[in-house]
């Protein structure tokens, strides 16, 4: 049985269809909003996490050049 690419899915009158805002409506994309925030701070951490393993070897011997210095 051959299946058509411009089949529709129906659903049953009861159910639950999700929101959705549009941004033409002049209502905010709270979840787009959400998840681009919550990716935005997944890269903040992982460059915090890059620069830790980077800087690691030379924060104390930059520690001691500054403590001597005094």
Same mark, same amino acid.
């Given at each position: 049985?051959? =299946?058509?690419?411009?089949?529709?899915? /129906?659903?049953?009158?009861? +159910? *639950?269809?999700?929101? &959705?805002?549009?941004?033409? +409506? $002049?209502?905010?994309?709270?979840? %787009?909003? $959400? +998840?681009? $925030?919550? %990716?935005?701070?997944? =890269?903040?951490? *992982?460059?915090?996490?890059?620069?830790?393993?980077?800087?690691?070897? &030379?924060?104390?011997? +930059? &520690?001691? =050049?500054?403590?001597?210095? /005094?």
């Amino acid at each position: 049985m051959a =299946v058509s690419h411009t089949a529709r899915v /129906e659903r049953p009158a009861n +159910a *639950a269809r999700p929101e &959705v805002t549009r941004p033409d +409506a $002049g209502e905010p994309d709270h979840a %787009a909003r $959400g +998840a681009c $925030g919550a %990716a935005r701070e997944r =890269v903040f951490i *992982a460059h915090a996490q890059l620069a830790a393993t980077i800087l690691a070897p &030379v924060i104390p011997t +930059a &520690v001691s =050049v500054f403590a001597t210095a /005094e």
